[in-house]
């Protein structure tokens, strides 16, 4: 089971990252200057509609949204970790997943912060970092 300080920790080893408390939810998010890689999502009342209307409901705990390499990306995790991984009408079109932090294992945590901040950091940056750490960058 992970947390938010395991979401801090994490992203606070990445180059560029920086944690920022949004303004409306006041929730965290995990940002590079490109842009936002992972946040704190809480239920809007529209979003708990929607899931009635679809027989679902918002689950227990805390919710992180995290951006994904595409819609691809997106639709695999779904399928493939359903336990772990969600969407909402909200999200439709949009290359993010929600993720249930009470279910994730740290470490695939990491993982998935990692790919998420990889779409938010510059190609030099990642390529870098991914050297540093005896990975090899996406189409090499």
Do not use: C
């Amino acid at each position: 089971m992970a947390t938010l300080n395991d979401v801090r920790m994490i992203a606070e080893e990445l180059p560029g990252a920086f944690e920022k408390i949004e303004g409306h939810g006041g929730g965290a998010s995990w940002r590079t200057r490109r842009g936002m890689f992972a946040w704190e999502r809480g239920p809007s009342g529209r979003d708990l509609e929607q899931l009635a209307e679809l027989g679902r409901a918002w689950p227990e705990g805390v919710v992180l949204g995290v951006r994904t390499a595409g819609l691809e990306a997106r639709d695999e995790l779904l399928a493939a970790f359903p336990d772990l991984f969600f969407t909402i009408p909200h999200f439709d079109g949009y290359p993010a997943v929600l993720l249930r932090l009470d279910v994730i294992e740290p470490e695939q945590l990491r993982e998935v912060l990692i790919e998420a901040w990889l779409e938010r950091v510059s190609r030099t940056t990642a390529a870098e970092w991914l050297r540093e750490h005896g990975l090899r960058a996406r189409g090499e």
